[in-house]
């Protein structure tokens, strides 16, 4: 990621949730494209397919491939605001079917991307850093190649005077100052109940710092916004401030090892 993206807003949680699912899908269309062109020497004028068991073994990774991609988009769905009962019409099954099935992965998916990397993650070999979807998790660099993607994919028989130069990355949306704030402290409570579930004391100064920068950050674009600035926003500003100066200091005073900082 640029210095110029990291200062950009957050990606909005329904804009990584349908990353997940044009990659998945992306994925799948590559894959089922296999299927179509049939080799030389496949068939046999005997009736035989020596080859056939091979394509059954294939074929046999489809259903995952396709419930990674109703998973997804069940999760862009939900993060998109829709009610478990749109959901579940859309599925034809009862709002309470549509929860139990999904509702456990839609709150997984949003607790990672509140803390992609894996909360115990000591760098010990083999362990799984990441637990975030790699497309939710570098929106970017995904969104670039998607694009690339979709332009290589186009059937040259569509009638297209101007093909659309973003066709994935031009259709994202970042979060608005409000918004960014309620996300950031989402962040920060998940970095509490990650310490929780670990034993921890507390989260790592650095991360709780980093946290608390990005807050400062959206208030004082929150400030900047208002012709005239209000006393919440004031408070909020002063807060936001002084959070950051204490862990600053506090910073300063801990030792390296107990201020490592995961990426965001």
């Not at 349908?18 to 994925?27: D, M």
């Not at 959901?87 to 992609?116: I, K």
Request: overall charge negative; cysteine-free; proline content about 6%.
């Amino acid at each position: 990621m640029s210095d110029d993206e990291r200062e950009l807003p957050p990606f909005t949680e329904a804009t990584r949730a349908r990353l997940v699912l044009a990659a998945e899908a992306a994925e799948m269309a590559d894959y089922l494209q296999g299927f179509v062109s049939i080799g030389e020497h496949e068939l046999r004028a005997d009736g035989s397919a020596p080859l056939a068991g091979s394509v059954v073994d294939e074929a046999n990774r489809l259903p995952g491939m396709a419930r990674r991609v109703l998973e997804a988009a069940v999760v862009y769905a939900r993060l998109g605001k829709l009610t478990w009962e749109e959901v579940g019409a859309a599925l034809d099954v009862t709002r309470q079917s549509a929860q139990e099935r999904f509702d456990e992965t839609v709150d997984g998916f949003r607790a990672e991307l509140l803390s992609p990397e894996n909360p115990g993650y000591t760098g010990a070999f083999g362990e799984i850093r990441w637990r975030l979807h790699p497309a939710a998790r570098e929106p970017d660099t995904t969104a670039r190649d998607l694009d690339d993607w979709v332009r290589r994919h186009r059937d040259p028989r569509d009638d297209i005077d101007e093909p659309e130069a973003a066709p994935v990355s031009g259709g994202l949306t970042r979060m608005d100052p409000r918004a960014e704030l309620r996300w950031h402290s989402d962040r920060a409570h998940q970095q509490w109940h990650d310490a929780a579930r670990h034993l921890r004391a507390v989260p790592p100064v650095a991360d709780r710092l980093e946290v608390a920068e990005a807050v400062l950050g959206a208030w004082e674009k929150i400030a900047a916004s208002e012709t005239r600035v209000s006393r919440a926003t004031r408070d909020g500003l002063e807060h936001a401030r002084r959070s950051v100066a204490e862990l600053r200091a506090q910073l300063d005073t801990t030792p390296a090892a107990e201020t490592t900082t995961r990426s965001s």
